[in-house]
T-cell receptor, first 113, second 109 residues
Framework: SQTIHQWPATLVQPVGSPLSLECTVE??????LYWYRQAAGRGLQLLFY??????ISSEVPQNLSASRPQDRQFILSSKKLLLSDSGFYLC????????????FGPGTRLTVL | QQQVKQSPQSLIVQKGGISIINCAYE??????FPWYQQFPGKGPALLIA?????SEKKEGRFTISFNKSAKQFSLHIMDSQPGDSATYFC????????FGTGTRLQVFP
């Protein structure tokens, strides 16, 4: 069965510090991968999606970046965190339409102080 | 035009009752309408989805009703249970998935 892992589960970082969130998927090959952010009490905002290794599409211009070094690994990074980067970060994947995530990971709760 | 408007923001239903969540959209190019269920502290899970060529889709106690002319779709949860208490998101997509802002459902025994 397909499984999606995210870590860490929670993270508290100071403003200006770097960020690296990792997502890995098991049980499928060549998935479409997504990073979403969910602010408190709000909907999900698509940040990045990838249809293959090294292929990243950015939806929202910001100080975040994403990379896909391996087929089932998706990394979200920042060189310098802002207060506004706080939120719940979700990795998701699908094997059908590139636009529609089918399965979401457990998420990372990021608090920037 | 890319927005999906969801209502209500929160909903309280007694056990056994019917929960109804509504969504509306403007972009007639949307061709896929999924609903996601999210429990606190967890990621959303795809619950049920519909395409605009059908007016209704039912899976167990969950039903999507779709009104193409009105550009509206809704989720109905029959015989609501306390375990259904969660936040529900509607969404719509063409080449990108646009989420509604969510409805927090609480089902009381």
């Amino acid at each position: 069965s397909q499984t999606i892992h995210q870590w860490p589960a929670t993270l508290v970082q100071p403003v200006g510090s770097p960020l690296s969130l990792e997502c890995t998927v098991e049980g499928t090959s060549n998935p479409n991968l997504y990073w979403y952010r969910q602010a408190a009490g709000r909907g999900l905002q698509l940040l990045f999606y990838s249809v293959g290794i090294g292929q990243i599409s950015s939806e929202v211009p910001q100080n975040l970046s994403a990379s896909r070094p391996q087929d089932r690994q998706f990394i979200l990074s920042s060189k310098k965190l802002l207060l506004s980067d706080s939120g719940f970060y979700l990795c998701a994947w699908s094997v059908t339409s590139p636009a529609v995530p089918q399965y979401f990971g457990p998420g990372t709760r990021l608090t920037v102080l | 035009q890319q927005q999906v408007k969801q209502s209500p923001q929160s909903l309280i239903v007694q056990k056994g009752g019917i929960s109804i969540i509504n969504c509306a959209y403007e972009n007639t190019a949307f061709d896929y309408f999924p609903w996601y269920q999210q429990f606190p502290g967890k990621g959303p899970a795809l619950l049920i989805a519909i395409r605009p060529d059908v007016s209704e889709k039912k899976e167990g106690r969950f039903t999507i009703s779709f009104n193409k002319s009105a550009k509206q779709f809704s989720l109905h949860i029959m015989d609501s249970q306390p375990g259904d208490s969660a936040t529900y998101f509607c969404a719509a997509s063409t080449d990108k998935l646009i989420f509604g802002t969510g409805t927090r459902l609480q089902v009381f025994p």
